[in-house]
């Protein structure tokens, strides 16, 4: 990544809301908690606005536990068909998470022959996915959208161990916004090709936003191998969010007869 001298941008309420159009999510979230003894945690995120109440009422929220003893083994969902470019990207700070946003076109990935943009990464620590129960220190979200408005995210989960080279790439940004609020700030041209999956492998289902308005119908793509991030650059994305909270990751929701599935290739080795 090429990463120019950052500049300061302050947002004006129009493109916060344009912003919030595209990506659906809630572009500043700090009318929410993800602290249950606030009073606006997530078992009231439904009762705050009237357009949240999927995230009480719905049948097919997110994240899940994503058990092997239950999930479809398939190989015709075919592998992910990443079509990425470098693109200008900005650094937001919304409040509970850090989102990194491309500015311009970054490319697509393919599901089913639809094309869904990536317009957006961010991070939640500890992991809201498990596996088999077991939840992670951190997952980015790869959030992207089709022409017709639908949105399919990647997930990919980390433990602590080695450090993640494209959480390095950003580490300038990070310590900039570590040290000022509510602002975003341009960090230049960011290939989403570094954000390395490691593996053909992936979980598939149909769920929501895991942050209001809990949009249901969002397809769901889980990186089967877990990567690895040191605690220092957990530590790093936390802070600069200024929330005073150690977590930001949604408890896990019931999975009520939802089909899981797990594409793997049909040859031996991955």
């Given at each position: 990544?090429?990463v120019?001298?950052f500049?300061?941008?302050f947002?004006?309420?129009?493109?916060?809301?344009?912003?919030?159009?595209?990506?659906?999510?809630v572009?500043d979230?700090?009318?929410?908690?993800?602290?249950?003894s606030s009073?606006?945690?997530p078992s009231r995120?439904?009762?705050?606005?009237?357009?949240?109440?999927a995230?009480?009422s719905?049948?097919m929220q997110?994240?899940?536990?994503l058990?092997?003893?239950?999930?479809?083994?398939?190989s015709h969902?075919?592998?992910?068909?990443?079509s990425?470019?470098?693109?200008?990207?900005?650094?937001?700070?919304r409040?509970?998470d850090?989102?990194?946003?491309w500015t311009?076109y970054?490319?697509?990935?393919?599901?089913?022959?639809?094309k869904f943009h990536?317009r957006?990464c961010?991070?939640?620590?500890?992991s809201e996915?498990?596996?088999?129960?077991r939840?992670f220190?951190?997952?980015v979200?790869?959030v992207?959208?089709?022409d017709?408005?639908?949105t399919a995210?990647?997930?990919?989960m980390?433990?602590?161990?080695?450090?993640?080279?494209?959480i390095?790439t950003?580490?300038p940004?990070?310590q900039a916004?570590?040290?000022?609020?509510d602002?975003e700030?341009?960090?230049?041209?960011v290939d989403?090709?570094?954000?390395?999956?490691?593996?053909r492998?992936?979980?598939?289902?149909i769920?929501?936003?895991t942050v209001p308005?809990?949009?249901?119908?969002?397809?769901w793509?889980?990186?089967?191998?877990?990567?690895?991030v040191?605690k220092?650059?957990?530590?790093?994305?936390?802070?600069?969010?200024?929330?005073n909270?150690?977590?930001?990751?949604?408890?896990?929701?019931a999975?009520?007869?939802?089909s899981v599935e797990i594409?793997r290739?049909?040859?031996?080795?991955?």
């Amino acid at each position: 990544m090429r990463v120019c001298e950052f500049s300061i941008i302050f947002l004006v309420l129009a493109a916060s809301i344009a912003a919030l159009a595209r990506a659906q999510e809630v572009d500043d979230e700090r009318e929410f908690s993800y602290d249950e003894s606030s009073g606006i945690g997530p078992s009231r995120w439904g009762e705050i606005h009237h357009e949240w109440k999927a995230c009480n009422s719905g049948q097919m929220q997110s994240p899940i536990d994503l058990r092997n003893k239950r999930v479809q083994i398939v190989s015709h969902l075919g592998k992910l068909k990443r079509s990425y470019k470098p693109a200008n990207a900005t650094l937001i700070n919304r409040g509970h998470d850090m989102m990194l946003r491309w500015t311009n076109y970054a490319g697509h990935i393919n599901i089913n022959g639809t094309k869904f943009h990536l317009r957006q990464c961010h991070w939640h620590s500890p992991s809201e996915h498990t596996l088999d129960g077991r939840k992670f220190d951190m997952e980015v979200h790869m959030v992207h959208e089709s022409d017709a408005g639908r949105t399919a995210v990647i997930g990919i989960m980390y433990k602590i161990g080695r450090h993640d080279t494209f959480i390095s790439t950003l580490k300038p940004g990070f310590q900039a916004l570590s040290e000022v609020k509510d602002i975003e700030i341009a960090i230049g041209i960011v290939d989403p090709y570094l954000i390395k999956f490691g593996s053909r492998k992936y979980y598939r289902y149909i769920g929501s936003l895991t942050v209001p308005p809990c949009t249901p119908n969002i397809i769901w793509s889980i990186v089967r191998k877990v990567r690895t991030v040191t605690k220092e650059q957990v530590n790093l994305i936390r802070e600069a969010v200024h929330d005073n909270l150690e977590v930001n990751a949604r408890p896990i929701q019931a999975t009520n007869g939802r089909s899981v599935e797990i594409y793997r290739p049909n040859y031996p080795k991955n």
